[in-house]
């Protein structure tokens, strides 16, 4: 009788070991998440003009987000002259463009805790193929024509209160007047 107890005791636990090893094929948790939304000046990764930009009246802010345009100078960018865009190119074979490049336009700063690797990315979302191009550096000062890339700028480590100044260069190739070139410069940091 002992005997078949202590295998029926095994025996259970063997089969206990079994089922719990796969108790179950899928599972549902709920958890709550918060995630404070912020204006681009307030967040981890703080973006806002470089306040020592010549450029800086191309920037402005709406809803919190950081807007670039380089269209009609408005009052606050009155130093700058009296403009309304970029110069187009020959409309038909790009072999006469023109080519603006805003040197240290934004400064991005790691407002975080942790070390972060920085990568700006610029896409055109019309106006054909690329038209727009990043350039970041450490830095201010220090950008020329060769620091821009046509979709991906070499990667910044910023530690904490660190910043990296950003350029952005506008082409127009065979675009001709009155169109409008728009994109988006996406910024992306990693934990270094």
């Known amino acids: 009788m002992r ?3 202590q295998l029926l005791l095994a025996a259970a636990l063997l089969v206990a070991g079994a089922a719990s090893s796969s108790a179950f094929n899928r599972e549902k948790a709920s958890r709550n998440v918060t995630v404070n939304l ?3 000046g307030s967040g981890y990764l703080a973006v806002a003009a470089n306040p020592s930009s010549p450029h ?3 920037v402005s802010t709406s809803n919190g ?3 670039l345009s ?3 100078i408005g009052a606050t960018c009155s130093s700058q002259g009296a403009g309304n865009g970029v110069n187009s190119g020959d409309g038909a074979t790009g072999a006469q463009h023109s080519r603006y490049a ?3 336009l934004l400064l991005v700063t790691n407002e975080g805790t942790k070390r972060v690797v920085l990568w700006v ?4 979302s019309s106006g054909g193929s690329s038209r727009v191009d990043v350039a970041m550096k450490a830095s201010s000062g220090a950008m020329s024509d060769s620091d821009y890339a046509t979709s991906l700028a070499t990667p910044i480590t910023l530690t904490t209160g660190s910043s990296a100044y950003v350029g952005v260069r506008v ?3 065979s675009l001709g007047a009155g169109s409008s070139v728009f994109g988006n410069l996406t910024l992306e940091a990693r934990l270094s």
């Open 171 to 173: 082409d127009t190739g």
């Open 56 to 58: 800086k009246c191309f």
């Open 38 to 40: 912020v204006g681009d």
């Open 3 to 5: 005997r078949a107890l």
């Open 65 to 67: 987000r950081t807007l």
């Open 121 to 124: 990315n610029a896409t055109t």
């Open 102 to 104: 805003f040197h240290d």
């Open 70 to 72: 380089f269209g009609a």
